[in-house]
C-alpha cells in the first residue's frame, strides 16, 4: 500500500521555517511504503501564503475541513501553525482518505510522542505512517480518519489543545 509522505527531514512550509529562523517557498511532496521508505516519485509543491488568524483562530478550523474534504485534487492538505506554540500539525486527504499528521522532536520531546501515542490510541485510529525522518531525531506520526468534517475537526482542535496547549483564542496560521 501507498502513503502519502507530506514532509521529508526539514523541508517544510515557509510559515513552519520562519519559526525555526530559515525560509522556503516549498514542501516535498511524495509517497513512501508503509516502511517509511520513499518511492522515488516525490515532486516540490508550492505552498501558498498561509492565512494568519491574530486570535480565535480554532473558530476558522471547521471551514478549511471541509474545504479539504470537498476538494476534487487527489491530494491536499491543510496545515496549521499555533506561532506563538511553535508547533505543526497537517491535516490531509490522499485519494479520497482523510489523514492526520504530527512531527515530534522525538529525542528531546518524550512525554509529547507518548501522549500523542495515548490520545491516538484511545481513538482507536490506525497509523498510517510512523518513521524517523531527517537525521532520526524527528518522529513522523500518519494517522487515518473518517471523511466528516466534525470529527476531523474537533480531533484537530483536541490535539492542540491537549497535546499543545493551546487555546481557541490563540492565533493560528492556516495554509491550504
Known amino acids: 500500500m501507498k502513503y502519502p509522505k507530506i514532509l521529508v527531514g ?9 519559526l525555526l529562523g530559515m525560509q522556503t ?3 516535498w511532496v511524495g509517497t513512501v511504503s508503509e516502511n517509511g521508505k520513499d518511492l522515488g516519485n516525490g515532486h516540490w509543491v508550492d505552498i501558498p501564503k498561509p492565512k494568519r488568524f ?4 480554532f473558530a476558522h478550523i471547521e471551514s478549511y ?9 487527489n491530494f491536499t492538505s491543510l496545515s496549521i501553525v499555533a506561532p506563538n506554540h511553535r508547533i ?12 492526520f499528521s504530527l512531527l515530534i522532536q522525538g529525542r528531546s520531546e518524550p512525554e509529547r510522542e507518548r501522549a500523542v501515542r495515548q490520545f491516538f490510541g484511545e481513538s482507536k485510529l490506525s497509523t498510517a505512517q510512523d518513521y524517523l ?19 476531523i475537526s474537533r480531533l484537530t482542535k483536541d490535539v492542540l489543545q491537549q497535546i499543545y496547549q493551546v487555546h481557541e483564542q ?3 496560521d492556516i495554509a491550504y
Open 10 to 18: 526539514l523541508r517544510l512550509p515557509k510559515f513552519v521555517l520562519g
Open 25 to 27: 517557498r516549498k514542501i
Open 54 to 57: 491574530s486570535a480565535n483562530g
Open 65 to 73: 475541513v471541509s474545504r479539504l474534504l470537498q476538494s476534487p485534487a
Open 88 to 99: 505543526f500539525v497537517n491535516v490531509w486527504r490522499r485519494d479520497g482518505v482523510p489523514g
Open 133 to 151: 525522518a531527517g537525521d532520526g531525531t524527528t518522529r513522523c506520526l500518519d494517522y487515518y480518519l473518517p471523511p466528516d468534517v466534525q470529527f
Open 170 to 172: 490563540d492565533a493560528l
